[in-house]
């Protein structure tokens, strides 16, 4: 468990994410929707295990709402939203900056960004919401998208068949080298190792906003009509099975930060929880 970092009065916390090694980062940004990037004051926050360590953030050129950090530490801060301008190029929604604070570079990421997770050799993985995939945007048209540390676009996702393609991006789970995506159309789970795709057919829960997975056990999180639900499911032979509730306390009074594998991490109004499937 660890507290939530503390702030000014006159900031908000807009992005939390724990990183594929389990390290909380946070981003605090001082002013509204309508203050300009010049005037916009951000700061990252690093957890190291006792307590948040605060970086001013020199020169951002985004209004960030998800964050995580590259293998060298620097800190990846990436706005959903990146709709162009009439008689003006599409902006980029990503910036990397040092681990002083100090801003490298930027580069475009596809609009309508949902889902944020960096893998352990420092892939960038995103998954997207419906009104970026059908913006128009090459980038998110697939729904899912990998990647490099400099924005070059990697691999997308292409469903196989009998497989609908990502209409939204529910459930993005990044571990150190494999990922899941759970998505509408039909809510497969799908499991990416590098560019190997091995789908599971439709789950029998629909509408979840979180997965956990630990060998052959997947936990959903939420459902349609029941967004706190935890369903324990099973994975075989190319389907998945419901196996019953979970013995964990319900998420009534949570919000959902990140899963990693089969860690959940959770959000309060201050503080922060760790849970692992392994040891359940």
Known sequence: MARLPALNDSEDLVAL?????????????????RTPLSSLRVRAHLHDGDDWRP???????????????????SLLLVQSRCVRRPFEPVPDNAQIFSAS????????????????????????????????IYSGDPLSAGGLTRFDEYGRQLWTYW??????????????????RTTWAYYYTG?????????????????????ARGVLIHDDVVVFIGRYGEPHQLTECRLRDGSIVEHGPVALAPLMEFGLVSTRGGRLYVQTADSVFEADLAQF
Request: hydrophobic content about 35%; charged content about 20%; aromatic content about 8%.
């Open 55 to 73: 970086v001013e953030l020199d020169g951002p050129t985004v209004v960030p709402n998800k964050v995580d950090l590259l293998p060298d530490g």
């Open 101 to 132: 604070g100090k801003a490298l570079r930027s580069f475009r990421i596809g609009d309508g960004v949902e889902h944020l997770a960096v893998d352990e050799p420092g892939t960038i993985w995103v998954g997207y919401f419906d009104e970026g």
């Open 187 to 207: 809510f497969p789970l799908v499991r990416i190792t590098d560019t190997k795709v091995s789908p599971f057919s439709s789950s029998p829960v629909r509408g």
């Open 17 to 33: 994410n724990a990183t594929v090694d389990g390290r909380l980062v946070a981003v605090s940004a001082s002013g509204s929707r």
């Open 159 to 176: 469903p196989q068949s009998g497989f609908d393609h990502i209409a939204t991006c529910y459930a993005l789970n990044v571990s150190a």
